[in-house]
C-alpha cells in the first residue's frame, strides 16, 4: 500500500518549491519559473497570464511573430508550469494501468502515452501524458493538480505518489528547424528518436531528458532539465537558434498551434467532471472522440464499467471539427442545424482563422444524431464594427481532426533545415 512517504505528500504544500522558496510565495502570490530572468530580455510586452501558480507570459513580442516561427521556424516555450508527479515503485506500472485509461503494460521504458483517467462512472477527471522512465518509474503530466484524486487511488498499491512541478524546469522546443537547433546545440543521436520517444542527453556537462512531443502539431521537442541549469539551458538554445529563426513564445502562439494541431484542452474544450457543477455537464471519452485513449481489453481500471454501459447506450454529444465559411472565428457561437436558427445541436469551444491552412476551423460540441451527420450546419455569430454590433449566419460543416498535420511531425530521421 502507500507508504508513509506518500501519506505525508498529501498535507505538504505541493505547489510551493521546497526550502526557503516556499517563504517567497506567500510575498509573491504567483511563481516565477526557473527560466524567468534569462528570458526577462525578451520580454516586451509586459502580458502574463497565471497557469498552475506560476505567471506565464502571453504574449513576447508580438503574436503573429511567435505563431509564424512556430510553423517556419522554431518557438521556445516555457513548459515548467505543466503539473508533474513522479509515480515508483514495485507496484508503479499495476498502480496507473488501474487508474489510467491506457494500457501501460504496452508502453515500453523511454516511451510516452497520452491518455485519461476517469471517475467511476467514466466521466472524465483529466488528460495527460505518461513518461516511462524505467521498468518501475514513471511521470505523469497534467493541466490541473491531480495528487489527492492519485493518493486516493494508490489505497492498496505499493508506490510513491509525489509531486515535481518545481522541481524539473521544462522547455517546448517546436517548429520544423527545432532539430536542426538541437543538432548544433550538441544534442547526440536524436535523428532516431522516433516521436513520443525519450533520450537521456548531456548538454556541456547538464543532464538533459529530451522527448519528441508537443502541443503544436508540429516537428517538436521537449527538454527536461533541473531548475539551478534552466538559464544555461535557454541561453545555449537561444544563442545556437538565432541564425535558425529562434523565438520566444507566449500562451497566445501555443493556443493558436494547438487548435490547428485539433488538439483538445481541460477548461476550454470539456470540463473535469470533478469540476462540473451542473448535471449532464461531465463528459466520457466517446463523447471526446477520445476512443482510442481506452484499452477495455487490458483488465479493470476505473470507470470501466460505466464507459462499456456508455458505449453501448451511445453518446449524447460529441466534440467534432468544424470548417466555417468566411474568416471570423466563431468562438464561443451556437450552432443550429437550420437556416432559420430554430433548431440549436452545440457550441464551439476553440475556434481560430487558420492562417496557415487559410481556414476558418473550429472544435465544437455537437449534440447526437448530427454529430455524425454530413449536412450544412449554421454559426450564429456577433461582430463588433465600429461600435455596433453585427449579426451573421454563417454555414458550417464537419471536417476530420487534426486540422494540420506536417509529414515532418512524425518523419525519421526529422528534417534538417
Not at 485513449?293 to 453501448?312: I, M, Q, S, Y
Not at 454529444?317 to 450552432?335: F, I, M, Q, S, T
Not at 449554421?378 to 458550417?396: A, G, I, M, P, Q
Amino acid at each position: 500500500m502507500a507508504n508513509e512517504t506518500t501519506a505525508g505528500t498529501r498535507t505538504a504544500p505541493h505547489h510551493l518549491p521546497p526550502g526557503a522558496q516556499a517563504a517567497a510565495h506567500y510575498r509573491r502570490p504567483l511563481l516565477h519559473s526557473p527560466f524567468f530572468e534569462a528570458s526577462r530580455p525578451w520580454i516586451q510586452t509586459d502580458s502574463f497570464i497565471a497557469w498552475a501558480g506560476y505567471l506565464t507570459p502571453d504574449v513576447y513580442s508580438y503574436v503573429e511573430q511567435e505563431y509564424f516561427a512556430i510553423r517556419n521556424s522554431c518557438a521556445l516555450f516555457d513548459l515548467t508550469p505543466m503539473v508533474k508527479y513522479c509515480i515508483s515503485g514495485p507496484d508503479a506500472e499495476r498502480y496507473l494501468n488501474r487508474l489510467m485509461t491506457g494500457n501501460m503494460t504496452k508502453l515500453a521504458p523511454n516511451r510516452v502515452l497520452y491518455t485519461l483517467w476517469c471517475d467511476d462512472q467514466g466521466h472524465v477527471i483529466d488528460d495527460g501524458t505518461v513518461f516511462r522512465l524505467g521498468p518501475q518509474e514513471f511521470r505523469v503530466c497534467c493541466q490541473d493538480r491531480q495528487l489527492d484524486w492519485f493518493l486516493d487511488c494508490a489505497f492498496g498499491f505499493d508506490v510513491q505518489v509525489t509531486e515535481a512541478t518545481a522541481d524539473i524546469a521544462a522547455l517546448a522546443l517546436q517548429g520544423p528547424t527545432a532539430f536542426a537547433v538541437l543538432q548544433a546545440a550538441g544534442f547526440l543521436g536524436l535523428d532516431t528518436l522516433a516521436a513520443m520517444g525519450i533520450a537521456q542527453q548531456a548538454l556541456q556537462g547538464i543532464p538533459v531528458m529530451v522527448s519528441r512531443t508537443g502541443f503544436t502539431g508540429d516537428l517538436g521537442y521537449e527538454l527536461w532539465v533541473e531548475p539551478e541549469h534552466a538559464a544555461q539551458l535557454w541561453n545555449t538554445l537561444m544563442q545556437t537558434g538565432a541564425s535558425r529563426g529562434i523565438t520566444p513564445m507566449g500562451y497566445q502562439a501555443l493556443e493558436m498551434a494547438r487548435i490547428e494541431a485539433g488538439f483538445i484542452l481541460p477548461g476550454a474544450d470539456f470540463m473535469s467532471c470533478a469540476q462540473t457543477l451542473r448535471l449532464g455537464r461531465e463528459s466520457t471519452p466517446w463523447e471526446l472522440n477520445l476512443d482510442w485513449t481506452v484499452a477495455l481489453d487490458k483488465g479493470h481500471f476505473n470507470g470501466r464499467r460505466a464507459l462499456l454501459a456508455a458505449r453501448a447506450r451511445g453518446v449524447r454529444r460529441k466534440l467534432v471539427g468544424l470548417e466555417l465559411d468566411g474568416n471570423k472565428p466563431g468562438h464561443g457561437a451556437l450552432v443550429y442545424a437550420d437556416a432559420e436558427n430554430n433548431i440549436q445541436i452545440g457550441e464551439i469551444s476553440s475556434a481560430l482563422w487558420s492562417p496557415t491552412l487559410k481556414r476558418n476551423i473550429a472544435i465544437a460540441r455537437i449534440d447526437a444524431p448530427y454529430c455524425d451527420s454530413k449536412a450544412t450546419f449554421w454559426v450564429d455569430l456577433y461582430l463588433h464594427r465600429e461600435l455596433h454590433w453585427e449579426r451573421r449566419n454563417v454555414r458550417s460543416w464537419i471536417v476530420p481532426r487534426p486540422f494540420y498535420a506536417p509529414a515532418r511531425r512524425r518523419a525519421l530521421p526529422p528534417p534538417l533545415r
